[in-house]
């Protein structure tokens, strides 16, 4: 099958008064159908401005060259208008700090209702049904409390779960999430990353996942591509990267990650016989 996203060469340069920065180098990578490609780093290596550049999210001190076709569609080059339309209905994001995601002002199942009407056909019973279950799907209990309540009256990590809820409902032909699971305890990470590989499997969706976390990159990623500093340094299968990576800077990250996989992995098997 084709790539519904193909990046190639992305440059990102920020100018800011008389100088300028390279953020992000000739950075090229795909992802297809059903596929979820891990795009695994430290703090600052650049992954969220490469997702946040083909999406269009930065302002124009930014200045971005490459391509990135969506579909036929060269997403450097359409109007800010042609993405926000593609946010939302074809493409879907889960970023970091969920609390900016959301209004303050409104409660949860307002938010959510706008959401669905706009990206959706279903009627106001459907979505009624449809957030509920969305909660429930997310492990969040007393659904009805919940959609009443208002964004700071919920933990970061029910936020969280709540945008990727309704990041997977939009039924998107294309995920993007960055560190999705980060403010989620262990457990319930589990239950998530679940959640993503289900939707991966059933609905087809490709998916872009960023993380710093090798444990949950190991879970959900069919194929993983390592940053460092702006620059892609490695990419392929986990089991590449965790035992034949050459690039120095991999193997730093494997190490320094080993003691939190193993943690990680511990609590997948004791999940995994528990559910036997
Ligand atoms: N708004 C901004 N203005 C200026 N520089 C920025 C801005 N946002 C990020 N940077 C810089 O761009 C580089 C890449 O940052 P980026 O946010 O892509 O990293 P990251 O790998 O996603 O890490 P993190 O998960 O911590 O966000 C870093 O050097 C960072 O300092």
């Known amino acids: 099958?084709?790539?519904?996203?193909?990046?190639?060469h992305l440059n990102v340069t920020l100018h800011h008064r008389r100088a300028s920065k390279k953020l992000v180098?000739?950075?090229?990578?795909?992802?297809?159908?059903?596929?979820?490609?891990?795009?695994?780093?430290?703090?600052?290596?650049?992954?969220?401005?490469?997702?946040k550049?083909?999406?269009?999210?930065?302002d124009k001190n930014f200045q971005v060259s490459g391509s990135a076709i969506f579909d036929g569609q060269d997403l450097l080059k359409e109007s800010k208008e042609e993405l926000r339309r593609l946010r939302g209905n074809r493409i879907t994001m889960v970023l970091q700090n969920p609390m900016t995601c959301f209004d303050p002002l409104y409660r949860i199942g307002n938010q959510m209702a706008e959401t669905f009407a706009t990206h959706t056909s279903w009627n106001?019973?459907?979505?009624?049904t449809r957030s509920l279950e969305i909660l429930e799907q997310m492990r969040i209990r007393?659904?009805?409390?919940?959609?009443?309540?208002?964004?700071?009256q919920l933990s970061g990590g029910m936020l969280q779960r709540i945008?990727?809820?309704?990041?997977?409902?939009?039924?998107?032909?294309?995920?993007?999430?960055?560190?999705?699971?980060?403010?989620?305890?262990?457990?319930?990470?589990?239950?998530?990353?679940e959640e993503f590989i289900r939707i991966k499997k059933q609905k087809n969706t490709a998916m872009l996942f960023i993380t710093h976390d090798l444990g949950a990159i190991s879970r959900v990623a069919d194929r993983i591509l390592v940053m460092n500093s702006g620059h892609v340094v490695d990419s392929g299968s986990f089991d590449h990267i965790l035992k034949h990576a050459d690039d120095p800077y991999t193997r730093m990250l494997v190490e320094k990650r080993s003691a939190v996989m193993h943690r990680y992995r511990q609590i997948l098997h004791g999940k995994e016989s528990s559910h036997a």
């Open 163 to 193: 945008m990727i809820g309704i990041a997977m409902a939009l039924q998107p032909e294309l995920l993007i999430a960055d560190e999705p699971t980060t403010a989620i305890d262990a457990i319930t990470q589990y239950e998530i990353l």
């Open 1 to 8: 099958m084709s790539a519904i996203l193909k990046v190639e």
């Open 53 to 58: 550049s083909v999406l269009g999210l930065l």
């Open 142 to 152: 007393n659904g009805e409390e919940v959609l009443e309540k208002y964004p700071h």
């Open 124 to 128: 106001a019973q459907e979505i009624h």
């Open 25 to 51: 180098e000739n950075v090229s990578f795909e992802v297809r159908p059903g596929e979820c490609l891990g795009i695994l780093g430290e703090s600052g290596s650049g992954k969220s401005m490469t997702v």
